[in-house]
Protein backbone atom coordinates (compact mmCIF):
# COMPACT_ATOMS: atom_id res chain seq x y z
CA UNK A 1 0.00 0.00 0.00
CA UNK A 2 2.84 2.49 1.34
CA UNK A 3 5.53 1.05 -1.08
CA UNK A 4 7.08 4.50 -1.18
CA UNK A 5 8.15 4.07 2.51
CA UNK A 6 10.64 1.30 2.06
CA UNK A 7 12.32 2.53 -1.22
CA UNK A 8 15.78 2.60 -1.59
CA UNK A 9 17.75 5.84 -0.86
CA UNK A 10 18.11 7.26 -3.82
CA UNK A 11 19.85 10.38 -2.40
CA UNK A 12 23.64 8.86 -2.60
CA UNK A 13 23.68 7.83 -6.40
CA UNK A 14 22.53 11.20 -7.60
CA UNK A 15 24.56 13.07 -4.95
CA UNK A 16 27.46 11.13 -6.74
CA UNK A 17 26.12 11.82 -10.13
CA UNK A 18 25.58 15.27 -10.03
CA UNK A 19 28.91 15.92 -8.25
CA UNK A 20 31.07 14.01 -10.68
CA UNK A 21 33.39 16.66 -12.70
CA UNK A 22 33.08 15.20 -16.06
CA UNK A 23 32.66 18.37 -18.01
CA UNK A 24 28.70 17.56 -19.14
CA UNK A 25 26.34 20.35 -18.21
CA UNK A 26 23.88 19.42 -14.78
CA UNK A 27 21.43 19.06 -17.12
CA UNK A 28 22.55 16.87 -19.89
CA UNK A 29 24.10 14.49 -16.51
CA UNK A 30 21.24 12.00 -16.68
CA UNK A 31 20.05 9.11 -19.12
CA UNK A 32 16.55 10.78 -19.79
CA UNK A 33 17.44 14.27 -20.02
CA UNK A 34 17.20 14.38 -24.02
CA UNK A 35 13.76 13.28 -23.42
CA UNK A 36 13.28 17.42 -21.43
CA UNK A 37 15.58 18.59 -23.45
CA UNK A 38 15.47 18.31 -26.82
CA UNK A 39 11.30 19.57 -27.55
CA UNK A 40 12.81 22.69 -24.94
CA UNK A 41 15.78 23.70 -27.62
CA UNK A 42 13.76 23.00 -30.75
CA UNK A 43 10.85 25.16 -29.48
CA UNK A 44 13.31 28.08 -28.35
CA UNK A 45 15.42 27.79 -31.45
CA UNK A 46 12.74 27.44 -33.35
CA UNK A 47 10.13 30.75 -31.99
CA UNK A 48 13.48 32.20 -32.09
CA UNK A 49 13.78 31.87 -36.06
CA UNK A 50 10.01 32.50 -36.76
CA UNK A 51 10.13 35.60 -35.08
CA UNK A 52 13.50 36.72 -36.51
CA UNK A 53 11.97 36.01 -40.10
CA UNK A 54 8.31 37.94 -39.39
CA UNK A 55 10.70 40.78 -38.12
CA UNK A 56 12.77 40.66 -40.77
CA UNK A 57 9.24 40.62 -43.53
CA UNK A 58 7.65 43.06 -41.39
CA UNK A 59 10.97 45.98 -42.09
CA UNK A 60 10.19 44.66 -45.26
CA UNK A 61 6.70 46.01 -45.59
CA UNK A 62 4.79 42.03 -45.13
CA UNK A 63 2.19 41.60 -42.42
CA UNK A 64 2.00 38.31 -42.82
CA UNK A 65 3.94 35.20 -43.02
CA UNK A 66 3.17 34.07 -46.19
Known amino acids: MFSFVFREN ?3 YYQRLFQ ?3 G ?3 WWKTSRS ?3 MYPYLISVYGL ?3 TTYAMCRMVLGHKTWI
Open 20 to 22: NHD
Open 10 to 12: RVP
Open 24 to 26: KRQ
Open 34 to 36: GYL
Open 48 to 50: GAA
